[in-house]
């Protein structure tokens, strides 16, 4: 299994999710299983246009992995 960060990038509302680290077989498998966590952003994590997808590294130096804040 790998880890990928999924990331909202242009939808962004109040009380949505924007980012979600998901670990999962493969990228598509990640964006399926992000749709089933939404809030009110609706069923964007599939589409690559409004998301981002990248995976994560499980191996390397001592790192932040999400730091995010959205105030609304």
Known sequence: MKF??????????YDSVT???IRARNSKRARKIA????GDEGQ?????EQTSCKEVK????E??????TFDG
């Open 63 to 68: 790192e932040i992995i999400i730091y995010q």
């Open 58 to 61: 499980v191996t390397g130096e």
């Open 44 to 48: 964007i994590w599939e589409d690559p």
């Open 4 to 13: 990928y960060l999924l990331q909202d990038i242009g939808h962004i509302c």
């Open 35 to 38: 749709n089933t966590n939404t």
């Open 19 to 21: 980012d979600q680290l």
